[in-house]
């Protein structure tokens, strides 16, 4: 019996190592990546109806005039909606709908979507293309899919075979690069108070994405962020640092600067289902930046693609006055541009012995640039309880489209909302800089920064 047990011991430990390296596509298939597909994997062709163009390479060039840092004007300022969707029109276009939009819809009857012409404004930089063509045909997923090997650069799964390739396609999508803004964050109570939950400075180094570096150079740290709080008063000097990587051998680290403790710590609850500080509690910290820290509690799906309305291009929004743009009961209908868009739809069920407040999620991530735009969560007795966004915004200057900035989530039990990394009537916006050092991401750092 005892032979017995360890051979089934040595079976399941195979199958494990089987199912936790995924093989990179073939030639034949990554050479798609230059013909029907755009170089990041998405479809190049417009639909059947017209109605979402083709990929002509978006837009990748600044606006006249343009210093980096400025607000970003809207490419797009003179068109009109073509349509507006609400609760009285809402099943008429239910199959391009998400959960969460039509739950809104139900809620607030002066909620609506403003449709506009699509835009595949997504563009990267040439070494990204480049970088993602040889990562379709050497990148591959390993610790059961929550870690990645061979892939730099670039998108490391352009031609994704199952939910966790999709998923890490949003982790390491092309943001920038190098990148800080000054931000706040809003919360919405439910009987429509908005208050400032925190505001400060985000700071974050794609490294996978240096441009000095190199797949060989490469020690799987694939980003670094800081987040130092300089406002209300009550919260100033605190700060939050993250180290990820991108594998089991490469462990990630989480530090927290409180002012009250003077001193810096680690920080592991800063992840899952721990109620995020930084907005209250509203958020959970796994939903920071649509996507934050290990999901590993959750099994992943890949669904399948559809034409769905997501929030893109919102330039305007990005640049409106806070009272304009937080409203009571959801963001300002008016300020807010909604398009159809192709995504991949990504599904997260609570994996078996596992233990999460949000069993089941649906990710929403856009096929151009690979980042999540929208996604919903459910709670242990299947009843819709959250669903999140991100406003996506074009910067043609970097390029990039990126969903960074003006991301938030609904609270559909409580009524409240957030809208995170807003900069709104703030001097900055999403500032491209050079090389960041390592040591700037340091706990040592950290401390020196903290501190008051």
């Known amino acids: 019996m005892m032979q017995t047990a360890k051979q089934s011991l040595l079976l399941a430990a195979l199958l494990a190592s089987a199912v936790s390296a995924q093989a990179a596509v073939s030639a034949d298939e990554a050479a798609k990546l230059k013909s029907t597909l755009t ?3 998405a479809e190049k062709a417009g639909n059947k109806a017209g109605t979402i163009p083709a990929w002509d390479g978006g837009l990748a060039k600044a606006p006249p005039g343009y210093k980096n840092g400025d607000v970003r004007p809207d490419p797009f300022a003179g068109e009109k909606p073509l349509l507006s969707i609400d609760a009285k029109n809402m099943a008429q276009y239910a ?3 998400t959960d969460g939009v039509q739950a809104l819809m139900k809620k607030y009857p002066d909620f ?13 930089p040439q070494s990204v293309y480049d970088n ?7 990148a591959k997923t390993v610790d059961g899919g929550h870690g990645v090997e061979g892939a730099w650069g670039g998108i490391p799964f352009p031609i994704p075979k199952d939910g966790y390739e999709a998923i890490w396609n949003h982790r390491l999508a092309w943001k920038g690069g190098n990148y800080a803004m000054p931000v706040r964050v809003w919360v919405v109570t439910s009987d429509g108070r908005r208050a400032m939950a925190s505001g400060g400075v985000q700071t974050v180094r794609q490294a996978y994405y240096d441009k000095d570096g190199s797949a060989d150079k490469f020690d799987g740290y694939y980003q670094f962020g800081k987040f130092l709080v300089t406002e209300p008063g009550s919260k100033a000097g605190e700060a939050i640092l993250a180290h990820d990587g991108m594998s089991e051998s490469v462990p990630r680290g989480l530090w927290q600067y409180l002012v009250g403790q003077r001193r810096v710590r680690k920080a592991p609850s800063v992840a899952y289902d721990t109620p995020d500080s930084v907005t209250s509690g509203i958020g959970l910290f796994d939903e920071a930046f649509n996507l934050f820290g290990p999901i590993d509690k959750h099994e992943l799906k890949l669904v399948g693609k559809k034409e769905i309305y997501i929030p893109y291009n919102n330039n305007r929004a990005a640049a409106a006055k806070v009272d304009e743009l ?10 807010v541009r909604w398009e159809l868009h192709r995504v991949w739809e990504v599904e997260a069920t609570l994996a078996a012995g596992k233990r999460h407040v949000v069993p089941k999620r649906k990710y929403y991530i856009d096929e151009d640039s690979w980042q999540i735009v929208l996604f919903d969560g459910w709670d242990a007795n299947g009843q819709l309880w959250r669903t ?3 406003l996506m915004l074009t910067a043609p200057d970097i390029p990039a489209v990126t969903s960074f900035l003006l991301w938030g ?9 957030y809208l995170n990394m ?3 009537e703030l001097r900055k916006q999403y500032e491209v800089l050079p090389p960041i050092p390592r040591t700037f991401f340091s706990p040592e750092a950290l401390a020196n920064e903290g501190g008051r």
């Open 39 to 41: 170089p990041v994997g």
């Open 95 to 97: 199959d391009k709908l």
């Open 112 to 124: 609506r979507i403003d449709v506009y012409p699509t835009h595949r404004s997504a563009a990267a």
């Open 132 to 138: 993602t063509f040889r990562n379709a045909t050497q």
């Open 326 to 335: 937080v409203t009571p009961n959801t963001l300002n209908p008016a300020q």
């Open 388 to 390: 999140n966004y991100s």
């Open 409 to 417: 989530g609904y609270d559909m039990q409580t009524g409240a909302y």
């Open 422 to 424: 807003a900069s709104n």
